[in-house]
């Protein structure tokens, strides 16, 4: 009984540490807002019927800012639809955080499918142990939620992946499923991520090789089936919103960034870069592929199915790395099944604990590393990454700033003009959180005309005081602000120049890397105590959240570490000024 209750614990631990993720940062990155701002006009304005190409370009931001390539709205349109009944029910809710929390969910339920595939496959300890690995890793749980291409198509291969799984099944009935499978992928490759050619082709061969899929029955019926339902999805849909026919947004990126060479252009690394660098963060627990997986290899009990996740993965990260342009995320697919294989190199470790103190070693090892691995990604990286957001946080202050000292009545909304600088475009501000949205149309909000500008200051020509004087307010990096006020005058707090001036209205700090304290140094825990009092409001400090907080960090620093302790460091990043007149 406790056994299930524990087991159960442990599958309810991946949606909720991702659910938790998503509220401690809520907001997102450059790299997502092709999908964000989709998803926020499709709901915002619905999908045209009329007059389209005109509607299009007047109300959706990707005719604005298109991006070095063109992106499919497959997955905006998914997660736009699913939010429907969840915004019926509650019109006030955070919409972003909503679609975004569907898309983490639906990753986390992808991941569970595996866990469940490989209890049947290898039994409950590797499963239990492919949960802790899993729960324990930063940059799946924190990215599951995030709208990139690649997490679009993560949950797919996942289940594509757990379908292929060994499980002690009937050759007939596990050809079906590697079909499946294979359609997963090729869908996937063809919507949503082009490098999964790459990643089918890998896992198709070694499949081919081992006799368990044939070319007639497999092979060929998942290759023009699941090509001709990904071209039935992406074509249609995403020639509509680009309005040029035909538009299949892959095969152009595939052209830009692989066949042009464009992608090196995003910076290169060396051959070795995902095996020396991706994979030991992704991973992040340091015992699962230093013993984790080469014990799994090395028992023949464990062998064969290790061999079978194993190989197609590494052999799809070996031929990518001759890619120039390499980041995680083109790889991240492959982490639930090299998980897996240190999932069962760690059953097996425990199951013969008592045999041998080697194990009994290595058993120790592997829940200290797991347990601190858990305390790193949830106390340190997630702090961390969630103060990297200034942008986000810099609108929202100025929305406050400006309701606040705002008429109580007027008779005609009040214009306001706001200019967002580049690092505050890149660093959450998103259409969701410009004013007003569907969420705040009452009174209040609707005493205040906003207007936002996203125009590049270099190709509007910033140098100008004319263009500056069209706001009411800008968003702009420390260095930038300063330039302004140069350009503006006297370089004082108010800069006065011939009809008006600028003020500092607030400083927005950002991450700046971690501070390690030594003994006698002052903690400072601003991002700590910002995040309870972002997930608990005012009840954080009339409860005494805080203050609890600040003793338990205080009594560890003097009891366990003695006096040493890592938190995050934040410095200005973004500055709000106001121009008076």
């Known amino acids: 009984m406790l056994r299930d209750v524990g087991y159960l614990l442990l599958l309810v631990s991946l949606p909720a ?40 370009q007047a109300e959706y931001d990707h005719f604005e800012f298109p991006g070095a390539v063109p992106r499919t709205f497959a997955g905006a349109v998914a997660l736009s639809g699913l939010s429907t009944p969840v915004i019926w029910l509650k019109p006030d809710i955070d919409r972003q955080f909503v679609a975004r929390a569907i898309l983490g969910l639906f990753n986390a339920l992808s991941l569970l499918y595996f866990a469940s595939g490989l209890r049947r496959a290898a039994g409950r300890t590797a499963a239990v142990w492919y949960l802790l690995f899993q729960a324990s890793q930063f940059h799946v749980i924190y990215y599951a939620s995030r709208t990139l291409s690649n997490m679009f198509a993560f949950g797919m291969t996942t289940f594509a992946l757990a379908s292929l799984l060994p499980e002690p099944v009937n050759l007939s009935t596990y050809r079906k499923r590697s079909r499946i499978a294979l359609y997963l992928i090729t869908i996937a490759g063809i919507v949503f991520r082009a490098e999964l050619a790459l990643f089918l082709a890998t896992h198709t061969a070694f499949l081919f090789a081992l006799g368990r899929i044939s070319i007639q029955r497999e092979i060929i019926p998942a290759g023009i089936l699941g090509l001709l339902l990904g071209l039935s999805i992406t074509l249609p849909g995403d020639s509509f919103f680009w309005q040029q026919f035909p ?212 190709a509007s020509q910033s140098n100008k ?51 390690v304290l ?40 003097r009891v366990v570490t003695k006096g040493w302790w890592v938190e995050v460091r934040t410095e200005e990043r973004i500055r709000i000024l106001a121009r008076v007149r």
């Open 518 to 557: 030594k003994q006698g140094e002052e903690a400072a825990g601003v991002v700590e105590e910002g995040i309870l009092r972002a997930i608990l409001g005012p009840k954080a400090d009339e409860l005494g959240v805080v203050g609890l907080w600040e003793n338990i960090r205080d009594g560890l620093r």
């Open 247 to 458: 538009l299949w947004p892959e095969l152009a990126a595939f052209k830009f960034n692989v066949l042009a060479g464009q992608a090196s252009a995003w910076g290169t690394h060396p051959w070795h870069y995902y095996l020396t660098n991706a994979l030991p963060r992704l991973l992040m627990n340091p015992l699962t592929y230093l013993i984790g997986i080469p014990v799994s290899l090395v028992q023949p009990a464990t062998r064969r199915i290790a061999i079978s996740m194993l190989l197609p993965s590494l052999a799809y990260i070996f031929i990518y790395s001759a890619q120039p342009h390499k980041e995680w995320r083109f790889i991240v697919y492959t982490i639930p099944p090299l998980t897996a294989v240190a999932a069962l190199g760690a059953s097996y470790i425990w199951t013969h604990r008592t045999k041998s103190i080697l194990y009994r070693f290595f058993s120790l090892g592997m829940i200290i590393s797991t347990l601190a691995s858990c305390l790193l990604s949830t106390f340190v990286l997630l702090p961390a990454s969630s103060a990297n957001y200034p942008g986000a946080h810099a609108l929202n202050s100025l929305h406050t700033h400006v309701y606040n000292s705002a008429p109580k009545s007027s008779n005609q909304p009040i214009p306001v003009s706001v200019h967002l600088g580049n690092l505050a475009c890149q660093t959450g501000v998103t259409r969701f959180l410009q004013h007003p949205h569907p969420s705040q149309r009452d009174v209040l909000h609707s005493s205040i005309s906003w207007t936002y500008d996203k125009s590049d200051p270099l």
């Open 465 to 515: 005081p004319t263009f500056w004087s069209r706001f009411d307010y800008v968003l702009l990096e420390p260095a930038e602000a300063d330039a302004l006020v140069s350009l503006s005058g006297s370089g004082t707090e108010y800069a006065h120049a011939s009809t008006y001036a600028w003020k500092t209205v607030d400083s927005i700090t950002g991450f700046a890397g971690l501070r």
């Open 17 to 56: 540490l991702v659910v938790l993720h998503l509220w401690i940062a809520p907001y997102t990155k450059v790299e997502e807002s092709f999908h964000i701002q989709a998803i926020h006009d499709i709901e915002t304005y619905g999908i045209p019927t009329a007059n389209v190409k005109n509607t299009l």
